[in-house]
């Protein structure tokens, strides 16, 4: 059974720019969450999204948004980078209230 | 609001050792909790996860508590070894389809 998929593993972007991360739950799982985790504020909660619908939102400001697609895939987007977006960013894929399972993340550099 | 504590932060200890690593919650309504382990720069590995009707789960040398009524979950790793060094994390969702609420984790260094 294939795990969470995560694309790319790392990425380095300039400051202004933006960037497109993709998560690809584990097969039938309909919920997909992402999470950013960085050392001084640990893991942080984004967004969740369940059949294409975003249920849960955390506090982060609108340059991070995500979305899901039919398929359950999700991608989160982050506009305008900043350096504090600097982080390892993590999605989970579950299904109902069996737990979750978490990629491997993507690593983000702003420069 | 829901807050997680697990203490210490980090742990060093000789090889072989018996641990349990503590998790302790403020709010008792919670539907099941999960322990993950996180090596450096890797994603969250799921090792147990208990429902809230259940009292521990084991799997090989881990074994998982949860108590309610006291706010508290331990994870208790038998004879550890140098490759259980990691951070290990409790968290667990604040409601139904709920975001996951994490500890800070505690860094675990097994000394050979």
């Known amino acids: 059974k294939a795990g969470v998929t995560q694309t790319p593993r790392y990425l380095i972007k300039t400051r202004g720019q933006q960037v497109t991360l993709s998560c690809s739950p584990i097969s039938g799982h309909r919920s997909v969450s992402w999470y950013q985790q960085t050392p001084g504020q640990g893991l942080q909660f984004l967004f969740e999204?369940?059949?294409?619908?975003?249920?849960n939102k955390g506090n982060f400001p609108g340059r991070f948004s995500g979305r899901q697609f039919s398929n359950s895939r999700s991608e989160m987007n982050v506009s305008t980078l900043e350096l504090g977006d600097s982080a390892l960013y993590l999605c989970?894929?579950?299904?109902?209230?069996?737990?979750?399972?978490f990629g491997s993340g993507t690593r983000l550099t702003v420069v | 609001k829901q807050e997680v504590t697990q203490i210490p932060a980090a742990l060093s200890v000789p090889e072989g050792e018996n641990l349990v690593l503590n998790c302790s919650f403020t709010?008792?309504?919670?539907?099941?909790l999960q322990w993950f382990r996180q090596d450096p720069g890797k994603g969250l590995t799921s090792l147990l996860l208990i429902q809230s009707s259940q009292r521990e789960q084991t799997s090989g040398r881990l074994n998982a508590s949860l108590d309610k009524s006291s706010g508290r979950s331990t994870l208790y790793i038998a004879a550890s070894q140098p490759g259980d060094s990691a951070t290990y994390l409790c968290?667990?969702?604040?409601?139904?389809?709920?975001?996951?609420?994490f500890g800070k984790g505690i860094t675990l260094s097994v000394r050979p």
């Open positions: 999204y369940f059949s294409e619908t975003q249920r």
């Open positions: 989970a894929s579950s299904w109902f209230n069996y737990g979750y399972t």
């Open positions: 709010d008792s309504a919670i539907y099941n």
């Open positions: 968290a667990f969702p604040t409601g139904a389809n709920s975001k996951l609420t």
